[in-house]
């Protein structure tokens, strides 16, 4: 399932549609390559995260960083850990056709990860500073 804009969380998220991690960014960018005759499709690209606490919790494994791809015409969803910024994804024999709603997440890895950002709004109580299993920390979509 895709995170919406429009999706209210009771903890702080990290996506250009929210400003509670202030100016830090998390976007993608993405580049596709089709062979319509063969039904297959390559994403290459790379997203960009410039919170060091956020980045610091990819790299001690506490949360994990990934692409949803779903498409909902050919009813396909999937979940791709990207252990590095940059990833490259290859889709075969008509996987995706028509619309596909490509998101970059970050989510906790287990329980009771911190978000102890500096860069978070200081509004937000400390008991919205903790997640479990899933939650997400950063969000970010695009429409091909």
Do not use: W
Not at 36 to 53: F, I, K, N, Q
Not at 60 to 80: D, R
Not at 86 to 91: I, K, P
């Amino acid at each position: 399932m895709l995170i919406r804009p429009s999706i209210a969380f009771a903890h702080p998220i990290l996506s250009p549609h929210t400003d509670d991690y202030g100016d830090r960014v998390f976007d993608i960018a993405l580049g596709i390559e089709e062979v319509p005759d063969a039904g297959e499709v390559r994403l290459e690209g790379h997203y960009t995260l410039d919170d060091p606490a956020v980045r610091a919790l990819i790299a001690s494994g506490q949360a994990s960083a990934g692409i949803v791809v779903e498409c909902l015409e050919t009813y396909f969803q999937s979940f791709v850990p990207t252990p590095n910024d940059a990833f490259s994804l290859e889709f075969k024999g008509g996987e995706l056709r028509g619309s596909v709603a490509i998101q970059a997440v970050v989510a906790a890895s287990g329980d009771g990860v911190p978000l102890d950002s500096a860069f978070i709004a200081p509004d937000y109580p400390a008991h919205t500073r903790t997640l479990q299993s899933g939650g997400i920390i950063a969000a970010y979509s695009d429409l091909l």
